[in-house]
């Protein structure tokens, strides 16, 4: 028997010709140390967490600095890394002062309630209630007090 015919292990620990898997790729684990400020260092490791496992295996304050350092090995992860979160654009002040009184349609709300929920600088808020009610889409019940017109 020719010593060729034989297959050797893989890596990944399977005997055999078998199709590559994400067991079969070694990644190689890298020990770091970071200092600083607890946040700073908690920072740092947050950062590469988005595209490597982590393992903190020591973490310490130095009487001395009050400075922290933690130790932890890392490794590339097998699978792809999180997308960026995108966050989308806030609404335009007319749609986010027409939503807060649609669910309550009919029911009068104060100017600062209408500004805690939309979360509009007072100025913004004043111009865009009054646009709405010269379009006839919000009521001014009086001075401070609107609701949306059924």
């Known amino acids: 028997m020719d010593s060729t015919d034989l297959q050797p292990p893989c890596n990944c620990g399977a005997l055999g010709d078998h199709p590559r898997n994400p067991n079969c790729a070694h990644t190689s684990i890298v020990e770091l140390e970071v200092a600083g400020r607890r946040s700073s260092c908690l920072e740092v490791i947050g950062f590469l967490r988005t595209g490597y496992d982590v393992d903190i295996t020591h973490e310490w304050q130095d009487p001395a600095t009050e400075e922290w350092a933690f130790k932890f090995h890392t490794y590339r992860k097998l699978m792809p ?61 009086r001075p401070g007090l609107y609701r949306k017109n059924a």
């Open 81 to 141: 890394p999180l997308p960026a979160v995108t966050v989308p654009e806030p609404p335009a002040p007319d749609i986010a002062v027409l939503a807060c009184l649609t669910d309550p349609l009919g029911v009068e709300m104060s100017d600062n309630d209408l500004h805690l929920l939309t979360g509009l600088d007072p100025a913004t808020l004043a111009d865009t209630l009054t646009t709405l009610v010269n379009m006839g889409e919000v009521e001014r019940v």
